[in-house]
């Protein structure tokens, strides 16, 4: 299931999230074919950071978005 968008921060960490959301593109980040040298690390991304960033969801969720939406 692709999970949407978080709140964008507040103050000078939002105008930087912000420059990089609005930019006209749709932002979809395949959570199981990533990873980190640090397990920890890891995790704390997939909560924190890339939901912040776009939309998450496994690889197979969002190929069959994509197609969904193609057609």
Known sequence: MIEPHL?????RDRQRAFKKTSAGFNV??????MT?????AHEYSLRNVF???G???ATDDIIN???KRSA
């Open 7 to 11: 709140p964008l921060p507040a103050g």
């Open 28 to 33: 979809a980040l395949a959570v199981d074919a």
């Open 36 to 40: 980190d040298t640090r397990s920890e």
């Open 51 to 53: 939901p912040r960033l």
């Open 55 to 57: 939309e998450t969801g």
């Open 65 to 67: 978005l994509i197609a």
